[in-house]
């Protein structure tokens, strides 16, 4: 267990539709960083959270957006969904801003959309 | 540009043998990371590095961070099946590009040979 956890670890939907994908972060992490791993894909940086503040963007579509809530948990929405969004969605968290240390990974949101 | 160009991008191991990947860039890093992700999990950091010329060891693992600042390598000594996963590496670049946050590169899938 990392301590990141993620909810829920599976999820199907059909197209056109909304999820909210939810992560809490390690305790006494204030960085909350969304990732987007397709098949055999790379992880894609969508976008970063610092101490409930949007911090930086990534390759983040118009479609989706998060937030990172006073309790520092994060979610991640993704609405008018298309079947290209299926994939692996990773949250990860570090202690600080720039994530030095490394970060620490959940254990993923793996998202199918028919 | 600001990329991680990670190869070999997938092998095969047969137990036993000593296995080699590397991360290599136009652009200077100040950090250096590798990480193991199994199927259907969240990667998991496995040597971090901080210092040009660093050879660090976790294990069967040794990683190095490249005397330009430009690369870095992980080897792992004497494979077992478990050690099959995709291993990605990560750096952050020296001149705060990407805005400060890790740059992940492609992954190495190592697979067991049939």
């Known amino acids: 267990d990392s301590g990141v956890t993620q909810t829920p670890k599976h999820l199907i939907t059909a197209t056109g539709q909304r999820v909210t994908l939810r992560c809490s972060p390690r305790s006494g992490d204030l960085s909350v960083y969304w990732y987007q791993q397709s098949l055999d894909q790379g992880l894609q940086f969508l976008i970063q959270y610092y101490n409930g503040e949007e911090r930086a963007k990534g390759n983040i579509l118009e479609r989706f957006s998060a937030q990172q809530f006073p309790d520092l948990h994060s979610e991640l929405n993704l609405s008018s969904l298309e079947l290209g969004d299926s994939a692996l969605y990773f949250c990860?968290?570090?202690?600080?801003?720039?994530?030095?240390?490394?970060?620490?990974f959940g254990s993923g949101t793996r998202l199918t959309v028919v | 540009g600001q990329q991680l160009n990670q190869s070999p991008q997938s092998m095969f191991i047969q137990e036993g043998e000593d296995v080699s990947m590397n991360c290599t860039s136009s652009s200077i890093f100040n950090t250096w990371l590798w990480y193991k992700q199994d199927p259907g999990e969240g990667p998991v950091l496995l040597i971090a590095?901080?210092?040009?010329?660093e050879l660090t060891s976790n294990g069967r693992l040794t990683a190095q961070f490249g005397i330009t600042r430009k690369d870095s390598f992980l080897n792992i000594s004497a494979s077992i099946p478990s050690d099959v996963g995709i291993y990605f590496c990560?750096?952050?670049?020296?001149?705060?590009?990407?805005?400060?946050?890790?740059?992940f590169g492609k992954g190495t899938k190592l697979s067991v040979k049939p």
């Open positions: 590095l901080y210092k040009a010329g």
């Open positions: 990560a750096g952050q670049l020296a001149d705060g590009g990407s805005q400060g946050n890790l740059i």
């Open positions: 990860a968290s570090s202690v600080e801003v720039r994530g030095l240390g490394g970060y620490t």
